[in-house]
């Protein structure tokens, strides 16, 4: 079984930075796309960005320029460094992934289990 364990959400005053991360574990043999989604109350689910396998990105307008969002592939993980934070970038963080394939399952898409993120003074 294939699971998405994430990292890294926390506290921090605006114009701070963290970084997320996001590996899948279970005997994976590739994934198409990894990336992050985010939901804040009251608010649907919206993407954050998201990156293929050959490292081509795509990006919410909201965090273009103060987001970046890499992968390492070796070790099934995707990462979000997210700097000149804003509290309107308060949510829950969700690790998303595509086309995952491991030893004799395919799963069309995985969410991770969500990990806050606050930023607030």
């Known amino acids: 079984q294939v699971q998405l364990v994430e990292s890294g959400g926390g506290a921090v005053q605006p114009g701070g930075s963290l970084r997320l991360s996001c590996a899948a574990a279970g005997n994976i043999v590739s994934i198409n796309a990894m990336g992050w989604y985010r939901q804040a109350p009251g608010i649907e689910r919206e993407l954050v960005a998201m990156?293929?396998?050959?490292?081509?990105?795509n990006y919410a307008d909201s965090v273009k320029g103060r987001f970046t969002i890499s992968r390492d592939n070796a070790k099934n993980t995707v990462y979000l460094q997210m700097n000149s934070l804003k509290p309107e970038d308060t949510a829950v963080y969700y690790c998303?992934?595509?086309?995952?394939?491991?030893?004799?399952?395919?799963?069309?898409?995985?969410w991770g289990q969500g990990t806050l993120v606050t930023v607030s003074s």
């Open positions: 990156v293929t396998t050959f490292g081509m990105a």
């Open positions: 998303n992934a595509r086309g995952v394939r491991s030893a004799g399952s395919w799963y069309s898409e995985l």
